[in-house]
């Protein structure tokens, strides 16, 4: 029962939360990686463009809670979720109008494209900020538990409870079924293979008809439909808090890189791989010890590596690592 007990509590406090966390950073990730694989430079809004499109749907959802317009057991941000998409769609749309197609007319270096991204990051920072506030907002509704600690205890008799949270359950299928869908429409439709002929050879690509402008529209619109999905998940799985967004930033472009800049496997892996090591890094594991040590032997200490306050530095930890000995990341993508 103690190896049960163990378990569990790895459950509750490393896998599902770490599971969770991963597949936010990875559809953040695989936003990062389509920008850089096919329009050929970091976009440091990235984590910005999360922050509008999550506060686009937290004002919806507000307005549909208002109404009276629920989901019943799911998150009512659900329904307000295609309207974030769409409104962010618009911005990234115009601000790539507004800004980095001038640079591409030019053909800019790749660090001017970065600098222009760094210029929006601070803007739309504080447009977030001035609209709705620097506090935390939480916007969640529905059943909080799938399956609560007690209900978990009552049915197995172990004294440890497993807790899973209806925004965990909830990040794991839509992350799940967004990622199906992005790879079937990069694989098999004629947009997607045109995308990805032009990330492959963009000469190659224009002289074989592909319309760069629609290519770019398109990789734009995926990028606004990822980040507005990864930033409500996380924003129903933790809160909304527009700094918070902005410190993504690192551990999403760490995911991305140690994946393999531009390619989308790589993305996925990164993410896990960098949630994992912060949720396992930062975790005491004293009282998974305590169940698993023989007779009444207890260990001194929490048995955690870092704090939690350094969770973000695992990540920088990791990226400084493959950029040093494998710059091209697991999965073999672009050098950085």
């Not at 800004?99 to 803007?123: Q, T």
């Not at 140690?258 to 990164?270: E, F, Q, R, S, Y």
């Not at 040590?293 to 690592?321: C, H, M, N, R």
């Not at 710059?327 to 950085?336: A, F, L, N, Q, R």
Request: overall charge positive.
């Amino acid at each position: 029962m103690d190896i049960l007990n163990a378990f569990v509590t790895l459950l509750n406090f490393v896998i599902i939360p770490a599971t969770a966390y991963g597949a936010q950073l990875a559809l953040g990730a695989l936003g990062v990686t389509l920008i850089y694989g096919i329009l050929r430079f970091s976009n440091f809004a990235h984590g910005d463009t999360m922050a509008f499109g999550t506060m686009v749907v937290i004002l919806c959802t507000w307005g549909l809670q208002g109404a009276g317009i629920t989901l019943g057991p799911l998150p009512t941000a659900l329904l307000a979720l295609p309207v974030g998409i769409a409104i962010t769609g618009l911005l990234v749309i115009g601000t790539d109008r507004a800004v980095y197609r001038f640079y591409r007319a030019k053909k800019a270096k790749p660090v001017i494209f970065v600098i222009a991204s760094l210029g929006v990051m601070f803007i739309m920072n504080g447009i977030v900020r001035f609209i709705i506030g620097v506090d935390d907002q939480r916007f969640a509704d529905g059943e909080r538990f799938i399956i609560s600690a007690r209900t978990f205890r009552d049915m197995t008799g172990l004294e440890e409870g497993l807790a899973f949270r209806t925004s965990q359950g909830l990040t794991i299928v839509v992350a799940i079924i967004a990622v199906v869908l992005l790879f079937w429409f990069l694989n098999r439709t004629r947009t997607g293979k045109s995308m990805r002929a032009f990330s492959d050879n963009e000469d190659l690509a224009l002289l074989s008809g592909i319309n760069p402008e629609r290519v770019v529209m398109i990789t734009w619109l995926i990028v606004a439909a990822l980040a507005t999905t990864a930033g409500t998940l996380y924003g129903l799985d933790k809160s909304f808090k527009a700094f918070t967004y902005f410190q993504l930033l690192l551990p999403i472009f760490a995911a991305a890189i140690v994946g393999g800049l531009g390619n989308p496997v790589g993305a996925i892996l990164g993410g896990f791989l960098i949630a994992f090591s912060e949720v396992g890094v930062t975790y005491a594991f004293r009282k998974v010890v305590e169940y698993l040590a023989p007779g009444d032997w207890q260990p001194e200490g929490l048995l955690q590596l870092l704090s939690t306050d350094y969770k973000f530095a695992v990540s920088f930890a990791i990226l400084l690592i493959v950029l040093l000995f494998r710059p091209t990341g697991i999965m073999k993508g672009k050098s950085v």
